[in-house]
């Protein structure tokens, strides 16, 4: 008996023991998914976080390794010859590096110039099928409709978009040669790449993204222009503005903002599908001399079939149907986030620019008080993220009106002063 008591005692202590013991794995599962969902958050936020380091000695050993590929025939481009060979395109700095991304700056004979690519290396990139299957050949033989079908579905890929062969000129990869195997290869990597089939398409048809100027296997050169960031008194390098801080500063802000309110109009109205930027900040942004505002950094830039795509995801609520600044609402009755964007990129524009510029007086006595305030509430009801009845904003239209009508006002009254 006195045996069997003590075999109950032990097993009533084992059986505390497993309470206690699933309790405590419980709560370290419990304390586990904190901490992933803290850092998933952290990540989502600061993307930048797990970034590598920017360096020049290794930014000069990819450039080395891309050579080298070069030589070996295992890809080709426009820049390579200067880049390798001539010694007119050279390596300055490196400007960043971001989840794989390579940002380079570099001298391309006498003008300042940024190369791009999404990997660090050509090999990182999955080969085209097609060149596989032809290795013997050298690619000579592919027939080009079957080419042709590729390159479009590659662009659709990434653009979310059917073009016709006849838009297609951008990613041609030009006359077969000698280096048509490597000319194939690199046109591949390229169409990989979302940021450079958006700048190939978009060049020729908007002052507000880069045009590419050139390419070497998987990276792409453009335009170097100095970015916005937060670090700026006005967000962008004005120092050299005549007459800044004062009224030279205010009507640069003034006609930089203009710029943003025409890219929004262009980005909405002039193409066959409104383009969404769903990462505004001051960095991916630049401005030319004449003030043009350019959007240099478009890995977040989506048609309107493939933002709808995004957007329409499972929910349980309308936070998780924010994909960055590009925000929908979510329907409880069957859980799915609804595949139309409740806020627009004027309004946040407004937000995250405008506001910085306008929601303090202007450094400049020249512009009336009254003209002050009343474009201190414009950008205010644009910015306002309450959407009524969970659809896009109704209104949008009318206060990109007011808001062109009010910074036009700004730039008479400045004007005005200077005489």
Known sequence: MARAAGARGRAGWYGRRGRCGRGALLAFAAWTAGWVLAAT?????HPGVLSERCTNEKSRRILAALCQDYR???????????????GKLLFQRCLHYNRGKKVLQADWRGRPVVLKSKEEAFSSFPPLSLLEEEAGEGGQDIPEAELLLMVAGEVKSALGLELSNSSLGPWWPGRRGPRWRGQLASLWALLQQEEYVYFSLLQDLSPHVLPVLGSCGHFYAVEFLAAGSPHYRALFPLDRVPGAPGGGQAKAISDIALSFLDMVNHFDSDFSHRLHLCDIKPENFAIRS?????????????????????????CTDDEDCNFFDCFSRCDLRVNKCGAQRVNNNLQVICDKIFRHWFSAPLKSSAVSFQLQLQLQEAVQECADPEVPSGNTRRDAPSVFWKLRRLLQATLRELQEAEK
């Open 41 to 45: 958050l952290l990540l989502r936020a």
């Open 72 to 86: 070996g025939g295992a890809l080709a481009g426009d820049l390579c010859e200067d880049l390798c060979v001539a």
């Open 290 to 314: 004449d003030f043009t505002v350019v959007a240099i950094d478009v890995d977040m830039a989506f048609f309107e079939p493939k933002m709808r795509e995004i957007l329409e995801q499972n």
